[in-house]
């Protein structure tokens, strides 16, 4: 007999987001091994694959996410989805730590699955401020949690060095796609060109994702408009959002702003992509489910690396990346890659290898649920 699992998450669907999506991907494959429910927000949908609570009105308000919990079984697992903005205005809830332990005291199991954890430091008195709350609490997570998941490898040999007293519960755990490959005939590609009134013969460079200034869209834009000079045409397709882009009136045509689409949707398009590009500001990292997502479809991938890209991203061949400084290398890459069909289905391959074998939600769960067992707290 196992403890059950409580999942305390503020976001699900449908509300938008990784996040959202990653915690009832999560509740779903930790079910098939062990007595899963989500503890939420009121207002998301009830109806997942397992029991859902939607109970918290407040997140900012310890004394009610207290009580909230104080309603769940004394022996489960609580397992929080921890993105310090969820539970507090700029990232900061100076309460939330005293609850941790208060828990811990209390004898609650917790594991902190850590997507980010402080902003940077900056020059102004609110930047610091938020900084420093955040490693407070931070530093709260490492002294109370029985495991302590971490979303980027980087991030995880980091603070293993810094925190030795910590290291043993720390352990990198990649966030697996929410877009699940659907299944495509041969002739796909060209199909899905037509239907989006291009030539079925024309080259696609891809983005996707939410469009925020870490993406660096116009990076992409800037490889676009150089492979259009070099070659003529070529398709830029952008899903996931409606940016405002400054597109050129000679290449608009050429250019799909196809906005927020269904899993199945995104799917298609990436499926139909020949590259996907994916600047990161910081890097590619384990934590980008955009690029999980692209390697899952087996789409060759120009990205970048930087201080959040582990030994493993930076030493990947199946990614085609440039230093996150290197404006110039990047749209090189990708003009590399649209020039060498045989190179795209090499790196393409490699990239979807590698994903089914490190990143997929079925390795990322069996994981966490053996650290968990290792552990001992799952045990009654």
Known sequence: MQRPIVIVSPLLPPMQGG????????????????KVSVLSSRDVYTDGPVPIRAAVHDWEDVSELEIELSATP?????????????????GVNRGLPELWRSLEADGRRQVILTHEIAAPWGRRPNQWWYAWNHR???NAAMK???????????WTLEWRRRRPDAAGKMFAMASPTSIEPVAVDPGHRERWRVAHGLPADIRILAWWGSVEASKQLEWVLEAWQAACRRWGPVALCIA???????????????SRILGYLKPGEVSACLHAADVLALP?????????????????HGVPIATTLGSNSGPTMSKADWL?????TERG????????LLSDEARRKTVGAAGKVHHDAEYSWDVVARTLGNRMRESGITEP
């Open 74 to 90: 004394r022996d489960s697992v609580l397992l929080w989805q921890y993105v310090p903005h969820m539970y507090g205005r700029g």
């Open 320 to 324: 085609v990346a440039s230093d996150v």
């Open 240 to 254: 996931g959002g409606h940016p405002a882009l400054p597109l050129p009136g000679a290449l608009r045509s050429w």
């Open 329 to 336: 290398a990047f749209v090189d890459n990708v003009l590399a």
């Open 19 to 34: 996040l959202a999506d990653h915690t009832l991907g999560l509740a779903r494959h930790l079910s098939g091994d062990f």
């Open 144 to 154: 109370v949690a029985d495991l302590l998941p971490i979303s980027t490898e980087a």
């Open 280 to 296: 990161y500001v910081d890097g590619a990292s384990e934590r980008r489910t955009t690029l999980m997502a692209g390697l899952a």
């Open 136 to 138: 407070r609490q931070w």
